[in-house]
């Protein structure tokens, strides 16, 4: 499957040239993610939470959204893809990554071997920040408890923490993803991959070459740990 049809660059990365080992210093996988969780009580959970969330007035990005957009996908999901906000397309919508980015994300899940709806699609901030503006730290501190509660239920064995904005978000810590992105961190048990965010991509289409490195990581990583 092709990854990046769009791109030309596409042809010299093929699988056997670019991947590589998973960092050997790992921490355990998900050590203790939500194996006590059933999938029945995380739907349940996280149905009581989307609804929580859809009345949420939590930060001033209620008074000017359209829909909150909780994420979707698979409740006991092994991974987990983690943005930073909704954008127009998503606000309108309700759902997570539907715009240019997010039809990207769909081409990226699918050269992983995946389908949209085996992985879990969420956002640090679930309201769209006006004017696509990256979410204000006190927005991202508000909202943040309900992505933990998120990941909690769900019990990911990996994430994909995507973009600069999002990693600042998750980890407390000001990042440059060109300096991060490709390495692991730790967050709720579970291994957290740095890598770019797709609109990112879409703007710099020369970064998809470490984009696919860092999913291949990934993917090593989950064949490893079946
Ligand atoms: S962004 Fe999060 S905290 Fe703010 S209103 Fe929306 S759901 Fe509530």
């Not at 791109?7 to 998973?22: H, L, R, T, W």
């Amino acid at each position: 499957m092709k990854l990046f049809p769009e791109d030309p660059m596409e042809e010299v990365y093929g699988v056997a040239d670019i991947i590589k080992p998973a960092p050997a210093a790992q921490e355990a996988v998900c050590q203790e993610p939500s194996a006590a969780i059933s999938r029945e009580e995380a739907e349940k959970g996280l149905a009581l939470l989307k609804d929580k969330v859809s009345r949420c007035g939590g930060c001033r990005l209620a008074a000017t959204r359209t829909n909150t957009v909780f994420g979707e996908g698979n409740p006991k999901a092994r991974l987990m893809f983690i943005g930073e906000g909704p954008g127009a397309d998503e606000d309108a919508t309700g759902r997570p990554f539907v715009g240019k980015a997010g039809q990207l994300l769909t081409k990226m899940i699918a050269a992983m071997g995946l389908k949209r709806e085996e992985v879990y699609i969420a956002n640090i901030v679930k309201c769209r920040p006006p004017g696509n503006r990256n979410p204000d730290a006190d927005e991202a501190a508000s909202c943040i408890g309900y992505l933990k509660e998120q990941i909690r239920m769900i019990g990911p064995e990996f994430i994909i923490c995507l973009g600069s904005v999002a990693v600042t978000h998750l980890f407390g810590a000001s990042v440059k993803i060109t300096q991060v992105r490709g390495t692991w961190r730790s967050f709720q048990g579970c291994r957290v991959m740095l890598s770019y965010h797709p609109a990112f991509l879409l703007r710099s289409p020369e970064r998809k070459k470490e984009a696919w490195i860092d999913l291949q990581m990934v993917m090593k990583a989950m064949e490893e740990n079946k």
